[in-house]
């Protein structure tokens, strides 16, 4: 079973609209950490943000927003006002607490058009 | 200067031959990792390494071996290369801190590698 799960395999939205990217996990630990990353097209992959479990109070950084629910396993990635440049796959990732292995969903790209 | 770096960052080959992928890091870290990315795949996990003396097999190990040089040097080799090797290639390395979390994994620029 995938450890991490993105069902959306790709988005495509107007510039401006608002959208959400949705990940959801698996893990029996109660210590772990989530992640995402973004890739644009130049290929490089850049981290946007690391929460571990133990805290579930929401974040949000400029346009950026992270809603994680340890209810439905949830960790949901929403971009506000969306522009052209966030145009990416973006991957969500899980690190149990042995820390042993990064396990990555399949990744969601997002087409922002204008 | 990029913390990790891969060499190469660009490579075509032919089937059968033997190639190498490079890794450095500067950024101290005792973990270091790599990776495979296919399209709607994901990154997949090939090899990972805690220190020099512990190399371990991820999920897709088959045809690829590994050498941990050093702490900074992780290298990637396909020993007879074969086409559905062809991806995109990431290094990584991760490590604690001091308080004991994990750390995020910080990724080399890639290597794209085609094997006709």
């Known amino acids: 079973a995938q450890k991490v799960t993105q069902a959306q395999t790709e988005i495509s939205v107007v510039e401006k609209e608002d959208v959400t990217l949705d990940c959801v996990y698996e893990t029996r630990d109660t210590t772990y950490y989530l992640f995402w990353y973004k890739q644009p097209p130049s290929g490089e992959l850049v981290f946007l943000i690391r929460r571990n479990s133990f805290d579930e109070q929401n974040e949000i950084s400029g346009r950026y927003s992270w809603n994680f629910q340890k209810s439905t396993s949830s960790f949901n990635f929403t971009i506000t006002a969306s522009q052209v440049v966030d145009s990416a796959v973006y991957f969500c990732?899980?690190?149990?607490?042995?820390?042993?292995?990064?396990?990555f969903g399949s990744g969601t790209k997002l087409n922002v058009k204008p | 200067d990029a913390d990790v770096t891969q060499t190469p960052r660009n490579r075509i080959t032919k089937t059968g031959k033997r190639i190498m992928l490079e890794c450095s890091q500067t950024?101290?870290?005792?973990?270091m990792y790599w990776y495979r990315q296919d399209p709607g795949l994901g990154l997949r996990l090939i090899y990972y390494s805690f220190d020099v003396k512990d190399i371990n097999k991820g999920e897709i190990s088959d045809g690829y071996s590994v050498s941990r040089q050093a702490q900074a040097k992780f290298s990637l080799s396909l020993e007879s290369a074969i086409p559905n090797q062809t991806a995109l290639y990431f290094c990584a390395t991760s490590d604690f801190t001091a308080s004991g979390s994990i750390v995020e994994q910080f990724f080399g620029p890639g290597t794209r590698l085609t094997v006709l």
């Open positions: 990732a899980l690190i149990e607490d042995n820390f042993n292995k990064f396990y």
């Open positions: 950024k101290g870290h005792d973990r």
